[in-house]
């Protein structure tokens, strides 16, 4: 068992594909997706007309009771194609529907060739071939596409490629990438959609109401039942489905863009880092922002000097930057709010401005500034990443309390995100405040045996809590009246 690993980075292929400047694409099967590519992407979709036009014949959907009725219909129409030598391309919806159909030509005794996940590298070898007279092919309808098939001279005179679909996709454009596979360039084709009442997608979409027309017909076994008000039915389940799967999409982009924000301010700041930029002016900015942000926590605006807590504050930045004031406590009493705060600011740069002296040259400062600033930013926008997971992972249940899931995120994400730019502040500074500058002291030699004594420790026992956490948003168990997170909780 290994820890789990840390997501360093992550995007959405929807905001990955925004980045980009301009965008176009070209496909056979985008106009059921039209809303979508409007919605996301802010592209139009254009059906451009065939070079030459389509001599392919699609037959409506055939309806079978049972899913053994509707197998035994494939088998035979597939009987009759083989003995014309017209070529068949059985399309399936997954590998194991089609090694199923493979079971039953065997037992007929026609000779097929089956492509799927298993022979990948024959994918386009396989499909190919099955223009010529008389090949049978059985594929998943995601294998082979993209791939021209070629009808012979005999293949062509018998009628062309037959497609078979032996159940429809929940999306219509995977059936019309099947369909499409047949009458190419003015080919002469013909497609059929082979259906049954207990396939999945009519599972979820009514087929008990058909079951009840089916059983009061009383339709014989085997028998096929055509009609456009049915293929009209499919097609309005396929687009239910589609349109759920498309809300599924637009929600998970809902709440990255509230990610997608965040991220772009962290990597428009890295990016400065990387590229070598002087961070001087923006460590600065950030020594006196802290001591701000210190001098807010502890003391209010309205309140009088003799009730600031001045101890507090002297703890919590001491903790941060060692500044060493040369006024007493009466003095400090003395000055305004505001005059207090540029006397600290002024003292805490005045201190890296000595630690900045300490270094032999400039640069090595600036380099060093870098790369606190890229640990510490790494490290906390990887958490933030965990943080904002966890939240979203259970952010649903706000719906239960009438309160809109993508808001809620949106304010709490916020709020996140403040507390991780103030904590990459804090720690940033700290480190850069404590750094000390070695200096080279010749030392004489001497071999050392270092050994552990973890060895002898055993087996560790999980630690215990002594008293029950508190959360970042709680109040204070000082008693100081502050939330825990803006008081003894503050992580520098």
Not at 103 to 113: F, R, S, V, Y
Request: net charge negative; glycine share 6%.
């Amino acid at each position: 068992v290994k820890r789990e690993s840390k997501t360093l980075a992550t995007i959405t292929f929807q905001n990955f594909f925004n980045k980009y400047d301009k965008k176009a694409g070209m496909t056979g099967t985008a106009l059921t997706e039209e809303k979508e590519f409007r919605d996301i992407y802010s592209m139009d979709v254009v059906a451009i007309p065939t070079n030459r036009p389509v001599a392919r014949i699609d037959h409506d959907d055939a309806v079978f009771k049972t899913k053994k009725e509707k197998l035994h219909a494939v088998i035979e129409e597939i009987k009759k194609s083989y003995a014309k030598g017209q070529p068949v391309l059985v399309g399936t919806i997954n590998i194991d529907a089609s090694e199923e159909i493979s079971a039953l030509l065997k037992k007929e005794g026609i000779p097929h060739k089956v492509l799927n996940a298993k022979y990948h590298e024959l994918e386009a070898e396989i499909v190919a071939e099955a223009g010529r007279h008389g090949a049978v092919t059985i594929a998943t309808n995601m294998a082979g596409r993209g791939t021209d098939i070629k009808l012979d001279d005999e293949a062509r005179a018998a009628g062309g490629l037959k497609v078979l679909g032996t159940e429809r996709h929940e999306s219509r454009r995977i059936d019309n990438q099947l369909r499409g596979r047949s009458g190419r360039q003015g080919d002469p084709g013909e497609s059929k959609f082979y259906i049954s009442l207990e396939d999945d997608i009519m599972r979820l979409f009514g087929s008990e109401r058909l079951m009840s027309v089916f059983n009061a017909l009383g339709v014989p076994e085997n028998e096929e039942i055509q009609h456009k008000s049915l293929s009209k039915t499919i097609e309005r389940a396929q687009k239910k489905i589609e349109g759920n799967n498309f809300g599924i999409r637009k929600n998970l982009l809902e709440f990255d863009k509230v990610n997608n924000e965040q991220r772009e301010i962290i990597y428009s700041e890295r990016e400065k880092v990387l590229n070598g930029d002087n961070m001087r002016d923006a460590i600065v900015k950030m020594i006196t922002d802290v001591v701000e942000n210190e001098v807010d926590t502890y003391i209010g605006d309205n309140q009088p000097s003799s009730e600031w807590d001045l101890a507090g504050l002297n703890q919590s930045i001491l903790e941060i930057m060692p500044i060493k004031l040369s006024l007493t406590k009466d003095e400090i009493l003395n000055l305004s709010k505001a005059e207090f705060k540029q006397t600290l600011k002024a003292a805490a740069v005045k201190l890296y401005e000595d630690k900045e002296a300490e270094f032999p040259e400039p640069e090595q400062i600036r380099e060093i500034e870098r790369i606190v600033l890229l640990k510490v930013i790494d490290r906390k926008w990887m958490d933030h990443i965990d943080d904002m997971d966890q939240l979203k992972q259970g952010i649903g249940l706000m719906a239960y309390g009438q309160k809109d899931p993508v808001v809620e995120y949106k304010m709490q994400g916020y709020e996140m995100f403040e507390n991780m730019i103030l904590n990459i502040r804090f720690e940033t500074i700290k480190m850069l405040m404590h750094l000390q500058v070695e200096q080279k002291v010749e030392r004489e030699e001497v071999t050392q045996v270092t050994g552990t004594n973890k060895d002898d420790e055993g087996v560790k026992k999980p630690k215990h809590r002594d008293v029950a956490k508190v959360y970042p948003n709680d109040p204070c168990p000082c008693g100081s009246g502050k939330k825990y997170k803006h008081c003894c909780g503050r992580t520098h």
